[in-house]
Nanobody, 115 residues
Framework: QVQLVESGGGLVQPGGSLRLSCAASGILFSNYAMGWFRQAPGKQRELVAVITRGGDTNYGESTKGRFTISRDNAKRTVYLQMNGLKPEDTAVYYC?????????WGQGTQVTVSS
């Protein structure tokens, strides 16, 4: 059974930081590209960041320069370091594992940026 379990969300003030984690089980983690997506109320799910099997990264335009994605294959965990948070970053953040023929999602973790 595949599980992606996100943690680290919460309430933070504008300009603050959070670090999200996603622990994977039930998959050969190193074979998967890992990503973070987010969905705000009334909006479509959008890409936040992805990291390939080889460690190459790509970011959504709204998060580039503020967020950093990383992975630890030994711990089967992907991280998202979020700095300089803005109210428009408020959303449910979802972890994603993908390879050809398979994609899996976590249950999501809420991030709220508000003073």
């Amino acid at each position: 059974q595949v599980q992606l379990v996100e943690s680290g969300g919460g309430l933070v003030q504008p300009g603050g930081s959070l670090r999200l984690s996603c622990a994977a089980s039930g998959i050969l983690f190193s074979n998967y590209a890992m990503g973070w997506f987010r969905q705000a109320p009334g909006k479509q799910r959008e890409l936040v960041a992805v990291i390939t099997r080889g460690g190459d990264t790509n970011y959504g335009e709204s998060t580039k320069g503020r967020f950093t994605i990383s992975r630890d294959n030994a711990k089967r965990t992907v991280y998202l370091q979020m700095n300089g948070l803005k109210p428009e970053d408020t959303a449910v953040y979802y972890c994603n594992a993908a390879r050809i023929g398979n994609t899996y999602w976590g249950q999501g973790t809420q991030v709220t940026v508000s003073s």
